[in-house]
């Protein structure tokens, strides 16, 4: 079932590999921002290591809703 995770700067959407639309915010659980938040809880920071660098989120939101 996906999760929307809104972070302070971006809003995320987790699916299964074959659901990807980065246009729509839709990760995968496999990539690395989908794997960093993964069991994580709304107040936690994640840090995620990118080919630029890291970038440090704050989970603000965490919904479990249907894709639309």
Same mark, same amino acid.
Not at 11 to 28: H, L, M, N, P, Q
């Given at each position: +079932? %996906?999760? *929307?995770?809104?972070?302070?700067? =971006?809003? +995320? *959407? ?7 639309? *980065?246009?729509?915010?839709r990760?995968?659980?496999?990539? %690395?921002?989908? =794997?960093?938040? $993964?069991?994580?809880? =709304?107040?936690? /920071?994640? $840090?995620?290591k &990118? %080919?630029a660098?890291? $970038?440090? !989120? /704050?989970? &603000?939101? #965490? $919904? !479990?809703? %249907? #894709?639309?």
């Amino acid at each position: +079932f %996906p999760v *929307t995770i809104g972070l302070a700067a =971006r809003k +995320f *959407t987790i699916v299964g590999v074959d659901e990807v639309d *980065t246009a729509k915010g839709r990760i995968s659980w496999q990539s %690395p921002i989908g =794997r960093s938040l $993964l069991g994580k809880r =709304r107040g936690d /920071e994640v $840090l995620v290591k &990118v %080919p630029a660098g890291e $970038l440090t !989120y /704050e989970i &603000v939101e #965490i $919904l !479990y809703l %249907p #894709i639309e």
